[in-house]
């Protein structure tokens, strides 16, 4: 397994609170380097953005986290490695036989159901920006307590191994760094808008608790959501807008 980018090395967890908190300890402390994985069984505590609990079945879900130095890679922005995680991620379900979309900033839908998160909290050593990258799949569960979610199972119908899981993604993560122009953020830019979920789609969106219909038109370079209405384009920054 090439492990240019990551996986050189791989920390298995039973249990943890969150895989996001123990890989922000050892990275911060220099036990692991950029590209380490810190796998769990199971988080107690896990986290999605804007504060949300991310709840995921034991032993029934992949969890993990990644380390990541752009500097290092000579990534230009921490927006580029958002965008880079979330077309992996699109690849990765897309040599499953699945057909996933974006939905912005970087969740994964399949059949516009969620399926996976990331959650990437960033810090500063030496004045340099250092990243934690939080992915959770939801593989064997088929149960779940808010309406939009799936997993691999109710998708395929098939059990899978979530550490096999695992390294397939860790393949499809590096051959998407090697192959893609990580130092072009305009190409890393376009790729990722091409998979937006519900891009040219009438939608429904919610601003300030005011719903309005309106289509994806792509998002700025730093990030922001496009939408276009009948009348107006609309400019919206991560946690602005609901759809």
Same mark, same amino acid.
């Given at each position: 397994? @090439?492990?240019?980018?990551?996986? #050189?090395r &791989?920390i298995? $967890? ?5 895989t ?8 911060? %402390?220099?036990?692991v380097? !950029? ?19 991310? #709840? !995921?079945?034991? *032993? +029934?879900? $992949?969890? /993990?986290?990644?380390t ?6 000579? &990534? ?5 490695l ?7 991620? #699109?690849?990765?379900?897309? =040599?499953l036989?699945? @057909? ?24 500063f050593r +030496?004045?340099q920006?250092k990243?934690?990258?939080g ?23 098939e059990?899978?191994?979530?550490k ?8 499809? $993560?590096?051959?998407? /760094?090697e %192959?893609?122009?990580? #130092?072009?953020?305009e ?5 990722y808008d091409? *998979? $937006?979920?519900?891009r ?6 919610n @601003?300030n608790d005011? =719903?309005?219909?309106?289509?994806? *038109?792509?998002?700025?370079r730093?990030?922001?959501?496009i939408?276009n209405?009948?009348?107006?384009k609309?400019?919206f920054?991560n946690? !602005?807008?609901? *759809?």
């Amino acid at each position: 397994m @090439s492990s240019s980018f990551f996986g #050189h090395r &791989i920390i298995h $967890l039973e249990s943890v609170d969150s895989t996001n908190n123990y890989t922000a300890k050892v990275f911060k %402390s220099g036990e692991v380097q !950029s590209g380490a994985v810190i796998m769990a069984d199971i988080q107690t505590n896990g986290r999605g953005q804007r504060e949300k609990t991310w #709840h !995921s079945g034991a *032993y +029934e879900n $992949l969890t /993990f986290s990644l380390t990541a130095d752009i500097n290092l890679w000579k &990534i230009n922005t921490l927006i580029d490695l958002n965008r880079l995680i979330a077309i992996s991620l #699109h690849s990765f379900f897309n =040599e499953l036989g699945l @057909s996933p979309k974006i939905k912005w900033p970087n969740d994964i839908m399949i059949n516009d159901k969620k399926v996976c998160g990331i959650l990437i909290e960033n810090f500063f050593r +030496e004045s340099q920006p250092k990243s934690i990258i939080g992915i959770g799949i939801n593989v064997n569960q088929q149960e779940f307590e808010v309406p939009r979610a799936t997993s691999l199972f109710n998708e395929i119908k098939e059990r899978h191994s979530t550490k096999e899981l695992l390294f397939q993604f860790i393949k499809v $993560l590096n051959a998407t /760094f090697e %192959s893609m122009p990580i #130092h072009d953020s305009e190409k890393i830019h376009a790729e990722y808008d091409k *998979y $937006l979920w519900k891009r040219n789609e009438e939608w429904t969106f919610n @601003s300030n608790d005011q =719903e309005f219909i309106g289509q994806i *038109y792509g998002t700025t370079r730093d990030g922001n959501l496009i939408v276009n209405t009948k009348d107006e384009k609309f400019v919206f920054p991560n946690g !602005s807008v609901k *759809y």
